[in-house]
């Protein structure tokens, strides 16, 4: 709205100032229209590049550093303003800064310092710009999920008391509080005088000798601290095959029997022999005896704590008075087997001498006993 006024003749110096003043009210004008212009294409093209945290080197007690970085296209050379930036934490303002920026410069980056507690947490920035002499303005906003990470409490070493060689092996490192909140964190394993790197907390291994106490120590490396555990454990061989065998065919009744455990491999053996009578011994070596005539199964075990064979062997005990019947028997049988063929041999000769000397030979059978008299029967030795 232009209001005029009489301000009567005016000289040849004043009309040049008035000539100034309206050049200068002209130009005016255009520059804001360009401001104006410039703003609605910053609005539109300017974008938040990233938003990074630096977490402090060593104590996580210290404010965390954020940045957000801007940049724009078509920004006129003449044109400045200031970007307000305004830090949300889980929706929490926590700090707001501001950076004037201006040309020659396609980028403006703002900042801001505030504690942080360990966790997960939701980032926003929101980003307003404020022109030379205009009203501000929401630029922009963004948000990323931040981890602030934690200190490492305790970890625990997860596996198996006992673990035999030639196999592999699991151990597993729980770390409290859980992985995801330590940030980078690395795991150093000790098996013995084996040091094993790894990252990701679980870990196989093989180990090659027995041992009956065993070491298993962990490192746990975190972005804000460290802390270790360890373990024992016992390496043993596995058995791979087990043989009974017993000193006796056909044991008998009272009769003192041994028994044998042989095994093939294996380590911190242990034995276990179950007769079938009630008896149980373990001992690789033993020596039994049976109270009752019969058939037994013998169940014959060898473990540790890593395998476990088992074996079995049938064995027939008989009764000792008939074993002692049965031997005199064959005793028997065997003496009068004997007599008999002396007394043959005995005949045989002498029919042998009585032939070769012309003699008659004249038997008489009495009462099924055979009597050598040559007046008893006539009988010629051609005939007989």
Not at 72 to 100: C, G, H, I, M, V
Request: charged share 15%; glycine share 8%.
């Amino acid at each position: 709205r232009v209001q005029s006024q009489s301000l009567g003749p005016l000289s040849p110096g004043t009309s040049g100032v008035m000539l100034a003043r309206l050049v200068a009210a002209l130009a005016a004008l255009v520059v804001a229209k360009s401001l104006q212009l410039s703003v609605g294409n910053l609005g539109e093209t300017a974008l938040i590049v990233s938003i990074t945290a630096t977490n402090p080197p060593d104590d996580d007690r210290e404010n965390t550093n954020f940045a957000a970085g801007m940049n724009w296209t078509a920004l006129p050379s003449n044109f400045s303003f200031e970007l307000t930036y305004k830090w949300y934490l889980d929706d929490a303002l926590q700090r707001t800064t501001r950076t004037w920026c201006s040309p020659p410069g396609p980028a403006c980056n703002g900042s801001a310092n505030f504690y942080v507690t360990a966790g997960h947490h939701n980032l926003t920035v929101q980003v307003n710009y404020k022109p030379d002499g205009l009203l501000p303005k929401e630029l922009s906003s963004g948000y990323t999920d931040y981890l602030k990470p934690a200190r490492p409490g305790a970890v625990q070493i997860l596996c198996d008391k006992y673990v035999a060689t030639q196999n592999t092996a699991t151990f597993q490192a729980l770390a409290a509080p859980d992985l995801s909140m330590l940030g980078w964190v690395n795991f150093t394993w000790h098996f013995g005088p084996d040091i094993i790197t790894d990252p990701s907390g679980t870990i196989g291994f093989v180990f090659n000798e027995t041992s009956s106490n065993l070491t298993v120590r962990v490192l746990v490396h975190a972005q804000y601290g460290k802390v270790e555990n360890s373990t024992h454990i016992v390496v043993q061989e596995s058995i791979t095959s087990v043989t009974v065998t017993c000193s006796e065919r056909v044991p008998v009744v009272g009769e003192a029997v041994a028994f044998d455990l042989a095994e093939d491999g294996g380590s911190m053996i242990r034995y276990y022999w179950d007769f079938g009578d009630g008896a149980v011994q373990g001992t690789p070596h033993v020596i039994h005896q049976f109270d009752q005539p019969g058939i037994y199964v013998i169940n014959a075990s060898v473990c540790n704590d890593v395998s476990s064979v088992q074996a079995q062997l049938s064995v027939s005990v008989s009764d000792a008075s008939s074993s002692q019947t049965t031997m005199y028997i064959i005793i028997g049988v065997c003496v009068g087997g004997a007599v008999l063929l002396v007394l043959a041999a005995v005949g045989i000769y002498r029919l042998r001498q009585r032939r070769k000397h012309g003699e008659r030979a004249d038997f008489s059978f009495v009462r099924g006993r055979l009597l050598s008299e040559s007046s008893a029967i006539n009988t010629s030795y051609q005939s007989f």
